[in-house]
C-alpha cells in the first residue's frame, strides 16, 4: 500500500492553475514537514517546495517562488501545491513525500521517506 497519495493534478494551458493534495494513506506516522518534488521526462527529480510542521516555514525553488504556494496539515500529514501562473516548463510528474527525520536539507529527495506515486501534471501552450 502506497504511505501516501497525491490527487489534483492534470492538463491545463499555459497561465492557468491547479491544486495538488497529498494525504497519508493507511500507514500510520509523524513528520517534521513534507515536500513536493517533480520529475521532467528525461531529467532528475527536483525539489519544489517544501513546509516545516514546527514554524510553519515554507521553501520554495526559485522556479516556482510566487507561484506556488504549499500549505498542510501536520496531524494528518496532508500537504498542498497550489500552483499559478503554470507554463509549459512545469509539465512533470509531482510527488510529494514526507520528511521523518528533520532533515537539515530539505531540498534533498534522500531526506525524505515515504513517498507517493506521483501526479501528472501537464502544461500546454
Known amino acids: 500500500q502506497v504511505p501516501l497519495v497525491e490527487s489534483g493534478g492534470g492538463l491545463v494551458q499555459a497561465g492557468g492553475s491547479l491544486r495538488l493534495s497529498c494525504a497519508a494513506s493507511?500507514?500510520?506516522?509523524?513528520?517534521?514537514?513534507m515536500g513536493w518534488f517533480r520529475q521532467a521526462p528525461g531529467k532528475e527529480r527536483e525539489f519544489v517546495a517544501a513546509i516545516r510542521w514546527s514554524v510553519g516555514s515554507t521553501y520554495y525553488a526559485d522556479s516556482v517562488k510566487g507561484r506556488f504556494t504549499i500549505s498542510g496539515d501536520g496531524p494528518r500529514n496532508a500537504v498542498y501545491l497550489q500552483m499559478n501562473l503554470l507554463t509549459p516548463v512545469d509539465t512533470a510528474v509531482y510527488y510529494c513525500?514526507?520528511?521523518?527525520?528533520?532533515?537539515?536539507?530539505?531540498?534533498?529527495?534522500?531526506?525524505?521517506?515515504?513517498w507517493g506515486q506521483g501526479t501528472q501534471v501537464t502544461v500546454v501552450s
Open positions: 513525500a514526507a520528511d521523518l527525520k528533520a532533515a537539515s536539507i530539505l531540498e534533498f529527495a534522500a531526506a525524505y521517506d515515504p
Open positions: 493507511g500507514r500510520t506516522f509523524s513528520s517534521y514537514g
